[in-house]
């Protein structure tokens, strides 16, 4: 998070804590908040 605020990009506490679960368990997370999951594997249904 800390990254992310020192970027003038500020992550929410809770999608950290996702991307971090995520990315232990080689996840894929579903969201169309792509920003905050840019380093973890992303489905956006909005995308379609």
């Known amino acids: 998070m800390a990254e992310g605020k020192t970027a003038g990009k500020p992550r929410n506490a809770l999608d950290m804590i996702i991307a971090a679960v995520a990315n232990t368990n080689d996840c894929v997370v579903e969201t169309d908040n ?3 999951f840019a380093e973890i594997k ?5 995308r379609g």
């Open 34 to 36: 792509e920003t905050d």
């Open 42 to 46: 992303v489905l956006n249904p909005a």
